[in-house]
């Protein structure tokens, strides 16, 4: 404590003494308002706390924190005991949300005061790691206690996580009461009597007030139980409240049996999830539990509790193992015949328990549908769960309905016995056909078609891999049996294929439809498949006939490109090699291939080559930045074809990234419906354009050795000072007289590095602004002079001033030039900041320089 805090409680007492009077109101305030503030700044965990935080002590500081509303959390640095004081002990209601933590466990004491924890309103309440009791420490007098230790008269949560709630004294009706109450991590709320009470202490653990919420969702063992020795529920609560738990393990205890003090655990569950209602939670809304019967004997042992323990320790005698029942489920993987794809397994577990199957990766085979029942309960029953796996193949197969064959006009054969075909339809049936049959003269090739419906509505299909990317044409004969018949193609994911085509035929004749699919990325299987939508007869099972069903690969094309150079300069030269192979089952032609970020290159056209030989200029255009080529080739399938070209870097793009790409459009030979599209990789060159070199400043298209060039920065990036003049004035006399000398020109240095006596230049600064479009936001040149002049001796030349004269600018750029800052001139002061030159956006792109004269003013512009 200060020194003046001392004499300012001195000052209270004294003023007590000797007055023998109510100590001022104003003068309590001020004191509480002094303890709060000393709480508020103490250090806890190493760091200061913001306002909002207080460390406490003892009881005053304590008190003053909890009736502060400004006081947001309380960290105890010490377990608090309640005290009198002449300030006062009372602890207001609050209204405004408050924490008190600790990082071990601290307890708050309120002793026999009689004082609670009151919260109002939809304040919140939180303990951590906070035990609050009311332990009188010696002989009861009186019991002072007719409320409970924590109130919670609004809507608010009380929070508590890792709190011990005890009350051993009083009358009041629960521990701690409140309509909204969380309970977390290793939390207990009871009461028992102290031997020195003399009431009768009969107290609820938690008193749920209206339509209130008790949630119980933690990890650790905690503990509510009403007073020891009298059997009644630890949780007191009106009809319309609930009681939600979610808990590992639950136990159900009661403190006294018969007339004798012995506890004794009563149930036991695992795995607690349950919602509770009624008068004091006596009735069981909803739950899950291990062993599944919480209902059954919560409510079988309701009126003999007055403890519930979650997650209590399983050693000890709070424990009663449950009774178990063990159940099997059977898991087969089977195909479509029945057979046992791999070994079956069994899940065994208690009865009431939820099981889990897991799928299983088998090669060839791909799970379609999940059986229903994959997941779910284990029962008393043995149960079976089959996984029905769809065979696989790298090509239609039965694509002609030649088997099985039959002998008759039309037999339901199920699927089993069909190669390659399933069915969704449960019974699994397909309906095969000769001819003449369904008014259809015969089938359209072969011996034998099918009607795509049997006995109920399902979906004809196979599944085929082919790799992503490939392009397959699909065609296929359709008829009505009727009238007008419709059915729908899917193709696609076997998870979710797309609908290709809705395919309309008449009856008596077979309609050939073709169409071409391309299989997407990351579909490494892909699902062919028919479904009825109409039948002109009226019924879905009558209609539709397919036959002659053809879906294979086209032409593809895979396409590469390739560059000599990772990292170039503006200026260089790529070369370019790019691979285009037909990698498909037809030949391709018609090509059109577009070589696309080639923006910032010059394509030198008698580079361009095919296999060897120089493509014609009529097949060569420039269009909107791409090279686009026409080459009159049939590319045979298996066969491959390669593009040759060079192109060198536009000497204005100093820095970014050439991004080139190829794109090939090409159709099948002999097919007009539809054409391809490949997209090669993309082949990239990073343009790193060093810093330039210091330019004439004179004639900015040559660069030049300046004498004394400055050490600049290596990692100064795209907007970069390339060069800055030094001011050399030589040796002067001195002069009591105002006189102005004048900077030396800048000198040049011979290749060999020697001087150039024959050449000077203006004194000068170059600025180079080489970054991209989208990120160019101008620049400043500004300059400080950190100080004045001074002499060898550090004797300072005062009211010298550096004058900088002629400005002007040089550069290459035919716009965009800078803005001076200072037109007339500019003078430095010492240790100022003085803006020189401005580029705004679009000013100051490319390379300038910033000088001090010309050629005939380079020795008069720069003064001091």
Known sequence: ??????????????????????????????????????????????????????????????????????????????????????????????????????????????????????????????????????????????????????????????????ADVNMITGTATSVVRGQNITILGDTRIHSSKSKDATANVNAYA?????????????????????????????????????????????????????????????????????????????????????????????TENYRHHDTLIFNPNKNRDEWLEPPSQKGNVMVNYLDKSGNHLIEPETITGEVGKEYKSESKEIPGYYLLVPPFNANGTITSETQTVNYNYVKIHDHLINADFEEPPITSNFSFIHQSKVPGWYTTASDKMIEFGLGPAHN??????????????????????????????????????????????????????????????????????????????????????????????????????????????????????????????????????????????????????????????IDNLNIDYKTIQLDGHNIKEKDITIEDGKLILNPDITLENTSSINLRFEAAVKSHYLSGDIDAKATIEYWDEGFDDISYKAESNISNTKIETLVPKPLDPLNPEIDVNPENQPKLPEDQGLLSIDFISSFTFGSQAISAQTKRYYAQPQRLLNLDGTLNDAEERPNYIQVSDRRPDNERKGWTLAVTQNNQFTDRQDNQLRGAHLVLNNQQFASVQENGEPTLQNQDGVVLIPEQKIPLVTASNGQGAGTWVYRFGDGESAGESVAL
Do not use: C
């Open 206 to 298: 938690i008193y749920l007030t209206g339509s209130g919420v008790l949630l119980v969702n933690t990890k650790s063992r905690s503990v509510i139980s009403s007073t020891n020795g009298i059997v009644r529920p630890p949780i007191m609560s009106t009809p319309s409240s609930k009681v939600e738990i979610s808990v590992d393990s639950l136990t159900m205890r009661t403190t006294v049996i018969s007339s004798i003090s012995a506890p004794k655990t009563l149930a036991s569950w695992r795995a607690v999830s349950a919602t509770l209602t009624g008068t004091n939670a006596s009735q069981v809304e909803k739950s899950t539990s291990s062993p599944n019967d919480f209902a059954v004997r919560y």
């Open 440 to 597: 259809i003269f015969g089938p359209a090739s072969g011996r034998q078609f099918v009607e795509l419906i049997a006995n109920e509505p399902g979906e004809l299909y196979q599944l085929v891999s082919f790799e992503p990317g490939t392009i397959l044409r699909w065609r296929l004969h359709h008829a009505g049996r009727v009238g007008i018949d419709e059915m729908r193609l899917n193709i696609g994911s076997p998870k979710q294929p797309e609908i290709i085509r809705d395919i309309k035929s008449d009856k008596g004749q077979w309609t050939l439809h073709t169409g071409t699919y391309k299989v997407p990325e990351n579909q490494p299987i892909t699902y062919f498949g028919f479904e009825a939508l109409r039948s002109s007869s009226g019924s879905l099972t009558m209609g539709n006939l397919l036959d002659n069903i053809y879906f294979a690969k086209q032409s593809n094309i895979d396409i590469t490109i390739n560059v000599n150079k990772e990292r170039a300069q503006a200026g260089d030269t790529l070369a370019y090699d790019i691979e285009m192979a037909n990698n498909g089952g037809v030949p391709s032609d018609r090509h059109k291939i577009y070589i696309t970020g």
């Open 1 to 162: 404590m200060h020194k003046e805090e001392n004499e300012t409680e001195k000052s209270i007492v004294e003023s007590v003494s000797e007055s023998h009077l109510t100590i001022p109101k104003e003068k309590i305030e001020m004191e509480e308002q002094r303890i709060w503030e000393q709480s508020i700044y103490g250090e806890q965990l190493g760091a200061r706390q913001p306002k909002s935080y207080s460390a406490v002590n003892n009881w005053s500081q304590f008190r003053s924190a909890w009736n502060n509303n400004n006081t947001g959390t309380i960290i105890l640095d010490r377990n608090i005991v309640f005290s009198s004081s002449i300030l006062g002990d009372s602890l207001n209601a609050r209204s405004s949300s408050i924490t008190i933590t600790n990082t071990g466990r601290r307890t708050i004491n309120l002793m026999n005061s009689g004082h609670s924890l009151v919260m109002n309103g939809a304040a919140n309440l939180t303990l951590n790691n906070i035990d609050v009791i009311d332990f009188p420490g010696g002989a009861l007098s009186r019991d002072a206690r007719t409320q409970p230790l924590i109130i919670h008269n609004g809507s608010g949560i009380m929070n508590l996580n890792n």
